[in-house]
Nanobody
């Protein structure tokens, strides 16, 4: 059974940087699409970044393009989210999620960025707070 643990959250000022880690155990992540979602108080869970299964191809929400980079390290069975030029609107709980499905090509593809309800393995979340 896949178990995900996030780390690296914290409090920074606007313009600062953080690097989140998602460590997996139980299953190797290389055949999974791994996503970072975030949720601010009283808002829906929003997909931030996606790294495609069996690939390093990345997809991002428009709100973070050019500022966030996701990457995977198969030797460590982990996925990372490097966040730069952080803004107060980036504040929220960040969750790592994984699904053994290619959402971007073939039979499992979806029309846009995959929503949270298509992912069945989740970490516990890590808080990111950006102050102005």
């Amino acid at each position: 059974q896949l178990h995900l643990v996030e780390s690296g959250g914290g409090s920074v000022q606007s313009g600062g940087s953080l690097r989140l880690s998602c460590a997996a155990s139980g299953v190797t992540l290389d055949s999974y699409t791994v996503a970072w979602f975030r949720q601010a108080p009283e808002k829906d869970r929003e997909g931030v970044s996606f790294i495609r299964s069996s690939s390093d191809q990345q997809f991002y929400a428009d709100s973070v393009k050019g500022r966030f980079i996701t990457s995977r390290d198969n030797t460590k069975n982990a996925v990372y989210l490097s966040m730069n030029n952080l803004k107060p609107e980036d504040t929220g709980v960040y969750y790592c999620a994984a699904e053994p499905r290619d959402f971007f090509r073939g039979l499992g593809a979806v029309a846009s960025l995959p929503p949270h309800y298509l992912f069945h393995s989740w970490g516990q979340g890590t808080q990111v707070t950006v102050s102005s």
